[in-house]
């Protein structure tokens, strides 16, 4: 069909929907509320679904509960009020020579304008009952007889997401007629690169070849998308759409990474190692043959002159504050200033002791910078600061209130998934490119690894330090508190101390228990000792004041929200007890856990879930079954996807229509050898 206002000629991918045939304002305001503006998004508008309606069902085949398609004639319909004229039904009653179908409709008087007698109709939807069959709300299509029906039938045809007041049919139709007109002007974007057939596939993706799959035009698959032969057929085209974004975002990355690799340039800060040596020698521990080798890489990295964008990973417990605290000396060594940024004023306070005492008599000054506390300054300069280096550790505060460091050498940035990627570059806009260090305890499903952090080069401590307790972990149904609370007592008269984590502050609701409300019977059950309170809503001094007595074991069981997720290092703590665990998800878990089994002592997890469903138990025993916190990350992966498992909206973790995280593996190792070829328009 042809446009309406312009000929296919003027029409372009970017051209606003109005400008097709039969596109109003109205329609016009429906597709966009389905963030449909130009003829591109409609071509690329993904459908929920596919009916294969090659194949009807016939109604006396229906089964109880399983849905299925089946079309029939309108013999009756009807609307039905009750309750006073404030509720009504509408049935309609189908037949298709086979049996009937009763669909019914409740409190949608107004559909029955949609029918009439006669009509065929189509319908989708899931019997609730078979004596007489019935459905509820189904999906439906009248048989418009003649124009198009090849379109809507005898294919497998899409459903798409809709919105109100936007017909199936029509939007199908429009997307049809879109597809034959314009298709062409979807061209490729890229030239791929196929594989050398002698070498076989470099990688195999699950369902299609790569080289299928590359052979394929981007036109191909967005008609495949809407219009496949069969159901292979629309994986494949989603798969090949799925890589276009694959492949545009590895070209951002690559693009970031060159920028920082060729143009940008850091202070040379290898060091002398004048100030390491005396760290190491008082630590009280030899560091571990990874911990030393990560040192290496990050060394080779800090003499350069283009600076360093290195990701530190590490599960918990494996050591990493030392090796931030021997790479922040190598730029004091060279009189340059380094930052360390922690997500949480706790943290930032840990950090701030630990390198206070491990730096003590040093020739460098070590200062805190938080929302709330502030040693060195407050104005916008540390005009104070004597001449020595100064290693300035801190929270978000850090790129905030207008901070600015002079002869910033190094920027590490601790538990890097509670940031975004906006903020890593927010700080590294703040000095001279700095040299990056960014380290995170949560295991890389490598999906995101490849991704989100590809354009950082990657280090791993993949052992733990020696003479670590083992940690058993046990999820237990609510019912068994009594037993868990005796098992509390036992562990404080052994000397040891304990986590107690709920999910919420103050309002207990549906079940989930909060901390505030909590605190009161633990401190009966457990006295005389003490008991102390730590979550968000504290100031904090109130914070730092909790947490000093629970290091210095004046306090022996610690009620906390997940606020302690990350960082806390108290050695003595060897129970951690989580009630409500089905309410977080396994990574962040797994990071809670690791609060304990950090001295020599034997350590227990135990999970507690408010609900007893089996899914939930299963999901936790998860975490009964290994430590491995990179099994645990790609559970958690499959389970809730990247933005949750990254636990912030800001993750950095692109809207995708095609895409996925979870299961898209193959298709980013391809899209990162197209990316090296790319002549994009
Ligand atoms: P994370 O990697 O989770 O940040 P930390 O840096 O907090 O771990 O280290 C956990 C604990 O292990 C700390 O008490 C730290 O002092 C200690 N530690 C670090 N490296 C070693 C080592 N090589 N040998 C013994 N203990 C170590
Ligand atoms: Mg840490």
């Given amino acids: 069909m042809p446009a309406k206002s312009a000929s296919p000629r003027e029409i372009q991918l970017t051209s606003p929907v109005t400008m097709l045939f039969g596109v109003g304002a109205e329609r016009a305001a429906q597709l966009e509320r389905l963030d449909i503006r130009t003829l591109e998004d409609l071509l690329l508008h993904r459908p929920a679904r596919y009916e294969d309606r090659r194949h009807l069902l016939s109604i006396a085949k229906l089964q109880l509960h399983e849905p299925a398609t089946v079309r029939g004639t309108v013999l009756a319909g009807g609307v039905k009020w009750f309750a006073k004229h404030t509720k009504s039904v509408f049935e309609l009653i189908l037949d298709d020579g086979t049996a009937r179908l009763h669909c019914r409709w409740w409190n949608l008087p107004y559909m029955e304008r949609y029918f009439a007698k006669g009509d065929e109709v189509i319908v989708y939807g899931r019997p609730l009952g078979l004596k007489p069959r019935t459905m509820d709300h189904p999906e439906t299509e009248v048989i418009d007889p003649g ?79 809407h219009f496949p032969e069969n159901p292979a057929d629309a994986e494949r085209a989603r798969d090949r759409l799925a ?73 918990v417990g494996s050591g990493k504050t030392v090796v931030a605290a021997c790479a922040a000396l190598m730029a004091l060594e060279c009189k340059f200033n380094a930052a360390l940024m922690a997500p949480t004023e706790i943290l930032a306070q840990q950090h701030y002791q630990t390198l206070r005492r491990w730096l003590e008599g040093f020739p460098v000054n070590v200062e805190l910078h ?40 190094l920027v590490i940035i601790d538990e890097q998934h509670k940031f975004g990627v906006a903020q890593r570059e927010e700080f590294l806009r703040k000095g001279h490119y700095p040299h990056l260090l ?22 791993t401590i993949d052992q733990m330090p020696p003479g670590r307790g083992r940690i058993r972990t046990f999820v237990r149904d609510a019912s068994r508190l009594p037993d868990v609370v005796e098992f509390v007592r036992r562990t404080i008269d052994q000397g040891r101390q304990a986590y107690v984590v709920y999910p919420r502050v103050e309002e207990t609701t549906g079940g989930v228990k909060a901390v505030v409300v909590e605190m009161a019977k633990w401190q009966r059950n457990l006295a005389p000792c003490q008991c102390g309170l730590l979550h968000g809503r504290l100031r904090p001094e109130e914070k730092e004041a909790v947490m000093d007595a629970f290091r210095s074991n004046r306090v022996q069981v610690l009620l906390a929200t997940s606020l302690i997720e990350v960082g806390v ?43 007893n469903q089996p899914e939930i138990r299963k999901r936790l025993k998860v975490l009964e079954d290994t430590t491995d916190g990179f099994r645990i990350a790609e559970a958690d992966l499959q389970l809730r996807g990247p933005g949750e498992m990254l636990g912030q909206q800001q993750s950095g973790v692109p809207k995708f229509k095609f895409a996925d995280f979870a299961t898209d593996l193959d298709l980013i190792k391809i899209a990162r050898g197209q990316s090296l070829v790319l002549t994009v328009k």
């Avoid at 002398?272 to 190491?280: A, C, D, K, S």
């Fill in 147 to 225: 124009e198009e029906r090849f379109i809507h039938f005898n294919r497998i045809t899409p459903v798409y997401p809709l919105t109100e007041g936007l017909p199936q049919r029509w939007l199908r139709g429009l997307i049809w007629r879109s597809l034959e007109s314009f298709g062409a002007l979807v061209v490729d974007r890229w030239t791929p690169k196929l594989p050398e057939a002698k070498d076989g596939p470099a990688v195999s993706p699950g369902s299609s070849g790569e080289l299928a799959l590359l052979s394929m035009t981007r036109a191909q698959a967005v008609r495949a998308l």
């Fill in 243 to 315: 890589l276009e974004e694959w492949v545009d975002l590895q070209r951002q990355i690559r693009e970031r990474r060159l920028r920082f690799q060729s143009k940008a340039t850091a202070l040379p800060c290898g060091g002398t190692n004048e100030l390491i040596r005396p760290l190491l020698k008082r630590l009280g521990f030899r560091l571990t043959e990874a911990q030393t080798q990560v040192l290496r890489e990050i060394r080779k990295d800090m003499k350069g002159v283009h600076p360093m964008r290195r990701l530190l990973q590490g599960d």
């Fill in 569 to 611: 290092d108290v050695p003595n703590a060897t129970l951690m007890l989580i009630e409500n665990a089905e309410q977080f998800g396994l990574a962040q878990l797994h990071q809670l856990r690791g609060r304990i089994g950090r001295g020599g002592h034997e350590s227990y997890c135990i999970l507690m879930a408010g609900k």
């Fill in 438 to 459: 960014v380290m995170t305890a949560t295991p890389i499903p490598r999906t995101l690894g490849l991704t989100l952090y590809g354009d950082l080069d990657l280090s």
């Fill in 370 to 409: 938080t929302g709330s506390a502030k040693t060195a300054f407050s104005g916008s300069r540390p005009d104070a600061l004597d001449s020595k280096p100064s290693l300035f550790v801190g929270t978000h505060a850090l790129v905030q209130d207008g901070f600015e460091v002079p002869d910033l050498g």
